[in-house]
């Protein structure tokens, strides 16, 4: 119904969050009614045109029923690895599915795979598998891999340490992969080019860990730097600061999968939907304080 004045209502998860924040505001500045929803509704952003659903948690069927009813469409922003994921994100999608929605929109992760190397994008595939058989109208959007995981990633003294060597990746903003998705929900027609589509979102360039973080001490006027170290040193050190194995797994194979190569392709999505360049990782509009991803 674009054009026509009037949009479909959109539900609108994790909007509590950095993704889903920014793109309720860009829908609310559009004119998109939208439910926001959340587990604490204290925390949802209050914004014209909205109203704010819950508390509601993806595994908590009825809750989320209850949260989603009125709407049309659902954008579920994967939420954090749990181990049971794909269990949470199923029941949300067919909690909406209950109360009438009919279209949905999933925030997945650049190079999801069965065999990704990066653990997390193991599991956002198999919540694409589940969307693929569902039978339900959806778009995928993978997101590259976000511009600000560099700063949360660093210690105190500023300094990124991990197996990246020099490989490449197309980081990305969340403000642009927010506009994406915008792009996506504002063709609220009965069909959309974006049905059954998988969107990777990257940056305009690939960038080395060294390189991408030397565009956040430019633009953060901080001292940040990477240091590379071998699989076996990340693995020691992270040992010894007293992680779960299953988080060394998580943060070695995030750096592993840049050294891979696999996620340095860059894509013409920002533009192509959004008429604009993609913003370069100096560009990203805020930075997370260092040690936040431990
Ligand atoms: N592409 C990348 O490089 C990258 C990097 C890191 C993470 N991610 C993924 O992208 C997602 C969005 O990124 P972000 O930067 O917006 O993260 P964020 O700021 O941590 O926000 C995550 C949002 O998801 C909500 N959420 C998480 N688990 C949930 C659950 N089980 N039920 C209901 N809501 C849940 C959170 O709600 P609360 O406020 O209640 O916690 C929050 O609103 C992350 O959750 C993660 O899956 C991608």
Do not use: C, K
Request: hydrophobic share 45%; aromatic share 6%.
């Amino acid at each position: 119904m674009a054009g026509q004045g009037a949009h479909a209502t959109v539900a609108v998860t994790g909007a509590t969050g950095a993704l889903g924040g920014r793109l309720a505001r860009r829908l609310a500045e559009q004119g998109v009614p939208q439910l926001l929803v959340g587990r604490d509704v204290d925390r949802l952003p209050e914004l014209p045109g909205t109203e704010r659903r819950g508390p509601a948690g993806y595994a908590d069927a009825a809750a989320m029923r209850a949260a989603l009813d009125g709407a049309s469409t659902l954008v579920l922003v994967s939420g954090r690895p749990t181990g049971r994921r794909l269990e949470e994100h199923a029941t949300a999608v067919e909690a909406a599915t209950e109360v009438g929605v009919d279209r949905v929109l999933y925030v997945s992760l650049l190079g999801a795979g069965p065999e990704a190397t990066y653990r997390n994008a193991r599991d956002h595939w198999l919540t694409e598998q589940f969307l693929a058989g569902s039978g339900v109208r959806h778009t995928v959007v993978r997101a590259g891999i976000y511009a600000s995981t560099p700063a949360s990633l660093a210690d105190d003294a500023l300094t990124v340490r991990g197996p990246g060597g020099s490989g490449r990746a197309a980081f990305v903003t969340h403000e642009d992969i927010a506009a994406v998705m915008a792009a996506v929900l504002l063709d609220d027609g009965p069909v959309s080019e974006h049905d059954g589509a998988v969107l990777e979102v990257t940056g305009p360039e690939a960038l080395t860990l060294s390189e991408a973080v030397a565009q956040i001490a430019e633009s953060t006027g901080r001292p940040y730097r990477y240091v590379a170290e071998t699989p076996e040193e990340a693995f020691v050190r992270r040992w010894r600061m007293g992680l779960s194995g299953e988080q060394i797994e998580a943060w070695i194979s995030w750096y592993l999968a840049i050294a891979g190569g696999g996620l340095s392709t860059v894509t013409d999505v920002v533009p192509r939907l959004t008429g604009s360049p993609a913003a370069r990782v100096v560009e990203a509009d805020w930075w997370p304080a260092p040690g936040r991803a431990s």
